[in-house]
């Protein structure tokens, strides 16, 4: 697989390196001269000096031929052009861009970057998840159909609590993919019944969420 990562600060070098070390064929683009001569001292002629928002760049680093364009710069509009040139210039098969700003993400899949990562929102994810009292975490946001993975703790207080899923009137579109029952991983069917103490996987658009917290938990 052909990846061209566009930013080289310590992400990019890093990803840079990881990439490699994993069998890929992979060019970095920095537009800083000192830090591409810096990363071509270490990493070889696999460095390009130069701006990744531009289409003369990209075409000279072989995006025609990209299977992933990866834009990992400081800059969220950076970010956004560099993405954008190499999907509808290069019909590169997949983008995956940095957000520094979590505000832009939503903004980021609309225009149709393929894979959008905010560290801010990982890192919120990864303390909703350490905080064992927190009874409703959303894990992950998928970019088809604006859909969201989310995970919910049963109580006895919870208003699915002892019902069937046939019994619940779950959103449209939203499906309970998973019940996690002490050390037992369900399917579920619309006759299982939701336990207290069930660990709900469920997925639903993210217009749906705030309703299917008042469904599941009681806070």
Known sequence: MYIIVVGGGKVGYYLTRTLIADGHEVLLIEIDPQKSKLYSERLGTIVLNGDGAEA???ARAGAA??????????DDEDNLVICQLAKQKFQVGKTITRVNNPKNEELFRLLGIDVTVS??????????Q???ERPFIHLMNLRHAD???IEASITHRSPVANRTISEIDLPVDCAIAA???????????????IEPEDEIIAVAHRRDEHRLREL???E
Not at 65 to 74: I, P, Q
């Open 179 to 193: 019940i996690a029952r002490g050390k037992e991983l369900i399917v579920p069917s619309p006759d299982t019944v």
């Open 65 to 74: 031929r990209a299977d992933v364009v990866v834009a990992v710069t400081g």
């Open 216 to 218: 599941l938990i009681v």
């Open 147 to 149: 859909l969201a993975i």
């Open 130 to 132: 350490a905080i064992p």
């Open 56 to 58: 003369a760049v990209q």
């Open 119 to 128: 560290q801010t929102n990982y890192i919120q994810n990864l303390i909703g």
